[in-house]
């Protein structure tokens, strides 16, 4: 793991029951020099956060177990996190982890953390599919960025669609501005369709001391989304890029997954790392830190 002069300003990144689609963001991270730690539910549950702790991360990702006891160390450790939030430390949820925080979630995962007070748009559904969208920055967010059009294409994987009501209390820092052709992908899902311009993207709020920032969609997947993640990982593994006595590559702290982010986290990475996604992806990092 790299060491920074950020390692005084540590970010927890939550890796718990879920598919672990964290991976990228975990090398996002590594790319940047960044210092993290991995928790996972086992660890929330006797957690004790500390003043040097700036950042939690709740990555995308899914959870297969419906309803699992000790999801962010149960309620304890919920309410651990939400005290952790409330004194100052910094919240960035990425789809799933943009559920999470509402004050009532809903797909993939009901865990209503009560962070922010957002209100999705369709409850009980989860979004409309998997697309590139594009979004329109905040000016000082596109500035920081150093995305001079001040728009991206970013990849969706059925996040939450937020409503808008001029009560919310968060500040829009992106909102989807589709292409038509981009619309047209959702001629199957009408109100998907009717509300999606406009519709917030990123958005952020205060709870407490600590800010929130939930991004509805996938900057840490750079250009190429999910599946070209996979298939990077899916050749590595086949290329024989570790063995059974490495542990699981999947897995935090294990031989193999250090191979692992030594070997993605090489040349291929260049292009990825320029990419106006990872650039927004940092810009909000840089700014939460």
Request: some cysteine.
């Amino acid at each position: 793991m790299p060491t920074t002069k950020r390692d005084c300003r540590r970010i927890l990144v939550y890796a718990g029951v879920f598919v672990p689609h964290w991976i990228s963001l975990e090398l996002v991270l590594r790319s940047f020099g960044f210092s993290y730690r991995a928790v996972t539910d086992q660890d929330l549950e006797s957690f004790n956060f500390s003043p040097s702790d700036r950042l939690f991360i709740f990555p995308a990702g899914h959870n297969f177990d419906p309803n699992p006891d000790n999801l962010l160390g149960g309620p304890k450790g919920s309410a651990r996190l939400r005290q952790a939030v409330a004194a100052g430390m910094n919240y960035l949820g990425i789809c799933a982890g943009a559920n999470a925080a509402a004050h009532r979630s809903w797909y993939p995962i009901d865990v209503s953390l009560g962070l922010a007070d957002v209100r999705h748009r369709w409850p009980g559904e989860h979004g409309a599919g998997v697309q590139l969208l594009t979004m329109k920055l905040d000016p000082k967010l596109a500035r920081t960025s150093g995305v001079k059009s001040g728009e991206v294409t970013v990849w969706y994987h059925n996040g939450p669609i937020w409503a808008r009501s001029r009560r919310s209390p968060f500040s829009t820092l992106a909102a989807f501005a589709p292409t038509k052709e981009q619309l047209e992908q959702t001629r199957e899902h009408k109100l998907f369709r009717k509300h999606l311009a406009g519709a917030p993207a990123i958005v952020e709020c205060r709870y407490g001391r600590g800010r929130v920032v939930l991004c509805t969609p996938h900057p840490e997947y750079g250009d190429g989304g999910l599946r070209d993640w996979q298939r990077r990982i899916r050749q590595w593994l086949e290329a024989g890029g570790f063995s059974d006595a490495d542990g699981d590559p999947l897995l935090p702290g294990a031989p193999g997954h250090r191979a692992l982010m030594a070997d993605l986290g090489g040349t291929w990475l260049a292009p990825v790392r320029a990419s106006a996604n990872w650039k927004l992806l940092r810009a909000l990092l840089n700014g939460l830190l």
